[in-house]
């Protein structure tokens, strides 16, 4: 049986990271070979598992680790549907990226230590998925932020890679501490509603109190106003994570990492541990009360909101990037932005079938952006740079690249036929998406949230054709000898792009695999009752066309060049001059959070109470003068005459023998 193995998931990379970590100088391309085989192996169990409980099964494992009170927290494994298909995913793309990193780092001095740390932290994602309870999910999230720091500050003599790793652990620390916020929180109304006999709530036998089981069996228990504060606080926590607004900030500098990093962290592994959070917690989402607008729980509300922006405001910035890294990284913020949207309008109306939408589209993703970031890697491996206005004409030099990263460009951009039910993996995974937001709108009279998704769709097709055009067709723009990369970094991208391709037709199955999830759990999700919904055609058919649209717009500008781009691109272009400057979060960030928050208030702060009251009042005011006045006395004493010394050292030992005879001598 393979889940009785199914801590090795886990244990497997977490041997290859200490293995590495200390061999891998001494080993064959810096120890690669060890993480590889472990993630494989990794990759092997969970699909073994997979096929042991596909349709309705679930592996639950746990063992007690600690008491607090009256309550006892443990550690254990949950591998239910919505846990199974993130394990295959994140297994399968690192898998492909080591192996692809084996050429891509093939000349870095430190490659052993890079092996090393992606092992670790592939090892953190896997724990993340398999948690059964919200503070072993904690303590995983936190060493995928901590490995990370380390990954995009890999090249730490490079003062734009430290200061990018150190934004990044910041940032994602705001959410993190929002994040266990809500795990205390939760802690405490679950601890009063045990401790309360009149709520009658019992754990079972084999259960824990922050076990994700124990927490929905408690939600109706759960004063609503604290629950929806909870799921803000963990939504808190994914905002970090996952990049959303306001916190989005660091993904774009975490381009400063090797491009296989960007691919894991943009891919397979960080970004979507926020989106699996709300997914993996979406009951309580769903449960909280509907103050703000009627009909839709206000967690979701929220989600929704902060998903449907994130998308539109990042895919605006994605326009006017130069960086292919940076191009690419704002395209993950919108796409995440996506899956949240989803999460948040369909899981107002469609119940537990949001969890499917958005994970669909989870897993889509990661396949066609780990895609897209490997063939920039091998771009950037064949040309030596990063910006795209010093590429052009490298189809014919870089033709497997070339063509894959074409793949992976309609994908994103949701490319397919309708009604015939042909189309790339973002095609199946975007459209329900759009589809479910205006079906949101249907119900609710709120199209904000789907005017949102249309519109960063079609921002989305023109920023990756408008890419691809600009690397790949017209003239060489640079004296640079391209050349198609190793079949070792190849061979991954051609994998990579048949799943962005034909991923898709899975569709169906994957939608009620993962819509059972939380049935089989014992949680009864309620759905949008009322006539099923069919939308009309051109509802079918917007997604495609702003696809199409925005295809055409970046063939006709970047391709044939119908339009002078320089009357644009100029600094006296207000709007270029703001996105560019991406709305000068950057410099917001920097000099009002950074220097005015941190160093004016923060520092000043701490230098009034170190210098002021500590060395000030503490130190020089009760210390030193106490410590003055005792040197006094002792200094009186010491008089230099050997007959005082004598007596009071004889006065002393009389004095001790005194005592000793009335402890023990029973005077």
């Known amino acids: 049986m393979f889940s009785d193995f199914a801590a090795l998931i886990v244990l497997l990379p977490v041997i290859a990271f200490v293995l590495t970590l200390f061999l891998g100088k001494k080993l064959p391309h810096g120890g690669a070979y060890l993480p590889i085989a472990a993630i494989a192996g990794s990759f092997i169990i969970s699909a073994g598992i997979f096929l042991e409980i596909y349709p309705e099964g679930i592996v639950q494992q746990s063992i007690p680790w600690f008491s607090s009170g009256s309550s006892t927290m443990n550690m254990g494994i949950l591998i239910d549907p919505l846990a199974i298909v993130m394990l295959l995913m994140v297994t399968f793309v690192s898998l492909l ?21 992606t092992s670790l932290f592939t090892a953190a994602m896997l724990s993340v998925i398999l948690s059964d309870n919200i503070l072993q999910f904690f303590i995983s999230w936190e060493v995928v932020g901590v490995c990370s720091f380390l990954l995009i500050g890999f090249w730490y003599h490079k003062p734009s890679a430290a200061a ?29 509603i045990i401790e309360n006999p009149a709520n009658a709530f019992e754990i079972g036998s084999g259960n824990f109190i922050l ?77 909280t009360p509907d103050t703000i607008s009627h009909g839709v729980p206000d967690a979701l509300l929220v989600v929704a909101y902060i998903g449907g922006f994130t998308a539109l405001f990042a895919a605006t910035m994605g326009l006017v990037m ?45 396949f066609f952006k780990a895609l897209l970031f490997l063939c920039a890697g091998s771009v950037i491996h064949a040309v030596g740079t990063n910006d795209i206005r ?73 920023y990756i054709f408008r ?12 004296e640079r000898h391209s050349h198609e990369s190793p079949s070792v970094m190849t061979i991954p991208l051609m994998i990579l792009a048949v799943l962005a391709l034909f991923f898709g037709f899975s569709h169906t199955g994957f939608y009620g695999y993962v819509e059972s999830n939380f049935e089989l759990m014992g949680v009864d999700l309620g759905v949008h009752e009322g006539e099923p919904f069919h939308p009309s055609v051109i509802v079918i058919l917007l997604p495609v066309i702003v696809g199409v649209v925005g295809f055409l717009i970046a063939y006709l500008i970047y391709n044939k060049r119908i339009l002078d781009m320089s009357k644009i691109i100029s600094s006296q272009n207000p709007l270029y001059k703001l996105l560019y400057n991406r709305y000068y979060e950057p410099k917001i960030g920097a000099d009002l959070i950074g220097v005015k928050l941190t160093h004016d208030v923060a520092a000043q702060t701490g230098e009034f109470i170190d210098r002021k009251i500590i060395d000030g009042l503490v130190i020089d005011t009760i210390i030193s003068s106490t410590i003055f006045k005792i040197g006094e006395v002792i200094r009186k004493m010491q008089t230099g005459v050997v007959q005082n010394y004598a007596s009071i050292t004889i006065l002393g030992v009389a004095l001790l023998l005194v005592l000793l005879r009335l402890e023990f001598g029973g005077i």
């Open 467 to 478: 890419l691809w055009f600009m690397a790949f067709t017209g003239k060489p723009r640079s």
């Open 211 to 287: 076990q994700f089981k124990t927490m929905f069996e408690a939600i109706p228990l759960i004063d609503k106003t604290q629950l929806t504060y909870i799921t803000l606080l963990f939504f808190g926590g994914a905002v970090g994570k996952s990049g959303q607004f306001p916190l989005h900030g660091w993904l774009p500098d975490a381009m400063e990492g090797p491009t296989t990093v960007s691919a894991l962290i943009h891919a397979a592994t960080m970004v979507t541990a926020g989106v699996y959070l709300v997914a993996r917690t979406f009951p309580m989402f769903a449960a």
């Open 390 to 462: 010093e590429m052009g004409g490298l189809f014919s030099k870089m033709k497997i690249t070339a063509v894959t990263m074409f793949i992976a460009a309609l994908s994103l951009a949701g490319i397919g036929i309708p009604f015939l039910n042909i189309g790339t993996a973002g095609f199946f995974s975007k459209d329900m998406i759009i589809e479910g937001a205006f079906e949101y709108g249907e119900v609710t009279g709120d199209m904000i949230p789907y005017a949102f998704a249309v519109i960063a769709a079609l921002l989305t097709s023109i």
């Open 97 to 117: 990226i080591h192996i692809y990193a084996v050429g891509y780092m093939s000349h870095d001095p430190a490659k052993s230590r890079y092996f090393a740390e």
């Open 164 to 192: 990018a790793a150190k934004k990044a652990f910041l940032v994602t620390r705001i959410g993190d501490v929002l994040f266990l916020a809500g795990i205390v929180m939760l802690y405490v109304e679950l601890a009063r």
């Open 322 to 366: 130069n960086d292919i890294k940076r191009v690419l990284a704002y395209s993950t913020v919108s796409q995440l932005g996506y899956m949240m949207l989803a999460l948040g309008t369909a899981g107002a109306v469609l119940g537990s079938k949001a969890v499917g939408i958005s994970m669909f589209h989870l897993i889509s993703h990661a």
